[in-house]
C-alpha cells in the first residue's frame, strides 16, 4: 500500500516553509523530501524520487549523505522521527533550544527542527558554511537556559582552536548543555581539548536509517536495542526507517527481521560499521568497507584515521589505499594543512606501534581544504580519484606528491 499523498520537495533555504511543511507532515500531511541549497525541484533525480511508490505511513524522505556510495532515499515514518526527537530530550535532561548548524536537508539537521517542533522552542539558526566565529555569534543569539548544538568533528575541531586562544569564546562553548558530535568517529585529542575545556561534550551514533543519533557515548538511548553479528553493528528500535525507495533488494538486504528468545519477531538494521559490545558499551571501529588487504593482513582505514587524528594538527586525516606492486594495497594520509602539526615520521610511527606495520601509511600530503559533504563528512570518493589521478601523473613525471593541491570542492560541501 502507497502513501495518500503527492511527495512535497521542499526547498531548505525556504525555513519558514519547511518547518511549516515538516509540522503539516508529522501531523498526517503530506510527506516532504527537503531538497539541498541549490537543487532544483525539477532535477531529473529528484523527479525520479517523486514518482516511486512511498511506504505506507512516509512523513519524510531524507537522502543519505553519499559518504559510503550512492546516495539513498530513505523513507522516515513519523513514529520513527518523534521517539528520536524524544529519545534525545529525555538523555539530554530536558527540550532545549537548539543552534542548528547543520544541513537541514540531512537528518542530523532535520532533527533539530524536530526537536524544537516537539519542546515548542524556537531554534537559532546558524550561517551556511558558517566558520567557527560565526557558529559562536549564533550561539551568542540563544536566549534558553537549556541550550544544544549538533556538530561534527571538523567543526568542533575549529571551535576548540579558537576557544583554546579566546576565554569568551571558551564560555560560550561550555555554556551549552550538550554538544552533540557524529557523523564521523570523535578522535580521543579532540575529546581531551574539550574536556580540558570544560565543553560538555556527547559524542553521537546514528544514521538516516535510524532517524538520527540512537547511541550516546556508547550507550543506547530510548528503546533502541543494540548487538554484533559477524562483527557487525546492528540497531533495532521504534526509530528504524521503512526502508529504500525504489530500491526493495537494498531494503530487504539491510532490515531483516529475526525472532527474540520469546519469538517474538524483532526488525534489525544492519550498519555495514564493524564494532564491539564491551561492558555494554558499543565502540564502533570502522566501515566494514573501508577494510584493505596489505600484505596478506586485512587492514582498517578507519582505525589508520582514529589513530593519526589523535595527533596534534593531524584531526582531519584521512586514510585511503593505493595499489602496490609488493604489498597489494598500501594506506596513505592526506590531511589538512594546520600549522604546528606532528611530523608525519612521528605519526606514521605511532600507527605502527598501534596497528602493525601493515597498517602504516606509506605516505601523506597535505591539503589546504579536503573536499567534504554537505554534512561535513570527508568527501572520500573525491579525495580518492584525486590522489589516484595525482599519483598517477607524478609518476609519469618521476615526481611525488608532497604539497599537493586537491581539486575545488563539490557543491555540497559544508
Avoid at 571558551?170 to 551549552?176: K, N
Avoid at 550516546?216 to 528503546?223: A, L, P, S
Avoid at 594506506?331 to 600507527?351: H, N
Wanted: net charge negative; charged share 25%.
Amino acid at each position: 500500500m502507497t502513501a495518500p499523498h503527492v511527495l512535497r520537495t521542499i526547498p531548505v533555504e525556504d525555513r519558514a516553509w519547511l518547518i511549516a511543511a515538516l509540522d503539516d507532515a508529522l501531523a498526517g500531511g503530506a510527506p516532504i523530501l527537503p531538497l539541498a541549497p541549490g537543487l532544483d525541484p525539477g532535477d531529473p533525480e529528484i523527479e525520479a524520487i517523486r514518482a516511486l511508490a512511498l511506504p505506507e505511513g512516509t512523513a519524510v524522505v531524507v537522502r543519505t549523505s553519499g559518504s559510503s556510495g550512492t546516495p539513498k532515499a530513505v523513507a522516515l515514518s513519523r513514529d520513527a522521527i518523534v521517539a528520536s526527537a524524544a529519545a534525545t530530550a529525555e538523555t539530554l535532561g530536558g527540550p532545549g533550544q537548539w543552534l542548528v548548524a547543520l544541513p537541514t536537508q540531512l537528518i542530523s539537521g532535520l532533527q533539530m527542527l524536530v526537536r524544537s517542533a516537539a519542546s515548542g522552542i524556537e531554534p537559532v539558526f546558524a550561517p551556511a558554511g558558517a566558520d567557527a566565529r560565526a557558529l559562536l555569534d549564533a550561539a551568542d543569539q540563544l536566549a534558553h537556559d537549556r541550550r544544544y548544538v549538533s556538530l561534527v568533528p571538523v567543526q568542533l575541531a575549529r571551535l576548540l582552536d579558537v576557544a583554546e586562544a579566546d576565554e569568551d569564546a571558551a564560555e560560550t562553548l561550555r555554556r551549552f548543555d550538550a554538544v552533540l558530535v557524529g557523523g564521523q568517529a570523535v578522535s580521543l585529542e579532540l575529546r581531551r581539548r574539550a574536556h580540558a575545556l570544560g565543553v560538555s561534550l556527547r559524542r553521537s551514533y546514528g544514521m538516516t536509517e535510524t532517524a538520527g543519533g540512537c547511541v550516546y557515548d556508547g550507550v543506547e538511548i530510548g528503546d533502541t536495542l543494540v548487538r554484533i553479528r559477524g562483527g557487525e553493528v546492528q540497531l533495532a528500535g521504534p526509530t528504524l526507517a521503512l526502508g529504500y525507495l525504489g530500491d526493495d533488494a537494498q531494503t530487504n538486504d539491510r532490515f531483516v527481521v529475526e525472532p527474540d528468545r520469546d519469538g517474538v519477531p524483532v526488525r534489525w538494521y544492519r550498519t555495514g560499521d564493524a564494532g564491539e559490545l564491551l561492558g555494554g558499551m558499543l565502540t564502533v571501529t570502522g566501515r566494514l568497507d573501508r577494510v584493505v588487504i596489505s600484505g596478506g593482513v586485512n587492514v582498517s582505514l578507519d582505525e589508520i584515521e582514529r589513530v593519526a587524528r589523535e595527533y596534534a594538527g593531524w584531526e582531519s586525516a584521512v586514510a585511503l589505499a593505493t595499489d602496490h606492486p609488493e604489498w597489494g594495497s598500501r594506506p596513505g594520509l592526506v590531511v589538512e594543512t594546520t600549522a604546528g602539526a606532528a611530523p608525519f615520521d612521528e605519526v606514521r610511527e605511532g600507527v605502527r606501534a598501534r596497528l602493525g606495520a601493515a597498517a602504516a601509511p606509506e605516505w601523506a600530503t597535505e591539503a589546504e581544504q579536503l573536499p567534504r559533504l554537505a554534512g561535513g563528512k570527508p568527501d572520500y570518493a573525491a579525495i580518492d580519484t584525486w590522489i589516484r589521478s595525482l599519483r598517477q601523473s607524478l609518476v609519469q613525471l618521476g615526481g611525488t606528491i608532497r604539497d599537493a593541491t586537491p581539486p575545488a570542492e563539490n557543491e555540497e560541501t559544508a
